[in-house]
């Protein structure tokens, strides 16, 4: 703290050497406008003022610069013995140059610390004492010339205890400014802190809702074709081909609700995403086909479906694709009314593209982005309305694929998706 009281910045230095300057030409002024004043020196008082000028003025350059011509010690040395000199030069007691004196001790005390200024001040009391005795006029008693050195050094220390007076009250305000500053600090870190705790905590509470929300609506469509199929294989309303039918499906389905569940375990150990670990393996494009149809409820009647090339096995989570196929297979459904629902499933050059059709109303232009935000919803659905494209989009982004929703010619619209699969 003290160097930092004490060391003067370049600013201040620079105003420092323009009090010098000008303190340098005023005397070279008063000199010429008042012969008198060299006491009958005139050539040596302005041999030294010119002297004292070039000083001056190399000081200034320098600072000006950004370099330092001498030590701070040795400039103020210098001032002193420069004005100590003027001084025996023009009436010694009596000389008005004796007024600069207290300039070169606050310096000093500035520069050098409390301690230092009263020593220095101590010091150029003495000389200019000596000044005094020597270089007074005859007519000036001895005992005169030693009060006004005995009255200058006083003056001198005086101004030196002051500035260290002052030093040491800049000192407190100083540290008290910094310790305020380091606890207004440590409060704005508390409250950045505090604030971010409280969004992380809302982020997981949000977090957990949108979980709950994604499994309400992925456990909906299985759970209500299982009641169903349950409810029609218990009366015996089904016989033959439409019982194996059902059996196969609730069999699809007690597949799919258990990969949903193995997915619901991952969230509970790993980061807490609603979209679970990858489970990759062999699919069969035709198989997943017929499966996502019969999971979104699409009747035999309005439903198409095309496998490009008809045999074609690719290895994807299986999981994860049925629940994004199932989601887009059960809007387009229910936007086409009587319509068939097309699902075209494409795999070339280690993509796989999706493609839903439907005859629907479409969506109005510049929607097409907005469909996919949660809480919006393309038709009248409660309880989890809006999550569906929502759940899609999400999973399209965590399986690295782009999904792209297109009006359709003719009226309805295309839902476009592609997908990287892994090397095999």
Known sequence: MDGAVRALSSVEERITVLIRL?????????????????????????????????????????????????????????????????CALTGGATSIMVA????????????????IGRFAALGVGVAFTVCSVLGSDAGVALIDRLLAGAWWTG???????????????????????AVSRARALAEHEAFLEERD????????????MDGVRVVLHEFRTPVASLTALTADLAADRLTGEARQTATRLLAEHAVH?????????????????????????PVRLGELAEAVLDAAGVEPARRSAQVS??????????????????NLVENAARH???????????????????????RGPGLPPGQEGMVTAKGVAL??????????????????????????????????????????????
């Open 22 to 86: 000008l303190v340098v030409c005023s005397v070279g002024l008063a000199v010429v406008l008042g012969p008198e004043l060299a006491r009958g020196h005139a050539v040596t008082l302005g041999v030294l003022v010119l002297a004292a000028l070039g000083y001056a003025t190399g000081l200034a350059v320098a600072e000006w610069r950004g370099r330092q011509l001498l030590p701070a010690w040795l400039t103020t040395s210098v001032d002193a013995v420069l004005t100590l000199v003027a």
């Open 100 to 115: 600069i004196l207290p300039l070169v001790v606050i310096a000093a005390s500035l520069r050098g610390g409390a301690v």
């Open 155 to 177: 003056y001198l220390v005086a101004a030196a205890v002051l500035v260290g007076v002052l030093l040491r009250m800049l000192e407190r305000q100083f540290a008290a400014a």
């Open 197 to 208: 705790l409280r969004a992380r905590l809302l982020a997981a509470q949000e977090a957990r």
């Open 257 to 281: 609700l258990r990969d949903m569940l193995d997915g619901l375990a991952d969230v509970a150990v790993r980061e807490g995403s609603p979209l679970g670990r990858v489970r990759e393996r």
């Open 309 to 326: 090339p008809p045999d074609a096995v690719v290895r994807c989570d299986p999981q994860r694709l049925r629940r994004v196929l199932t």
């Open 336 to 358: 086409s009314g009587e319509a068939v629902v097309e699902l075209e499933l494409r795999h070339a050059d280690g993509r796989l593209v999706a493609e839903v059709r439907d």
């Open 379 to 424: 038709g009248d659905r409660r309880g989890t309305a809006g999550i569906g494209l929502w759940i899609v989009e999400a999973l399209v982004a965590a399986m690295d694929g782009e999904l792209h929703l297109l009006p359709r010619d003719g009226g309805g619209l295309v839902a476009h998706l592609e997908l990287p699969l892994p090397v095999t």
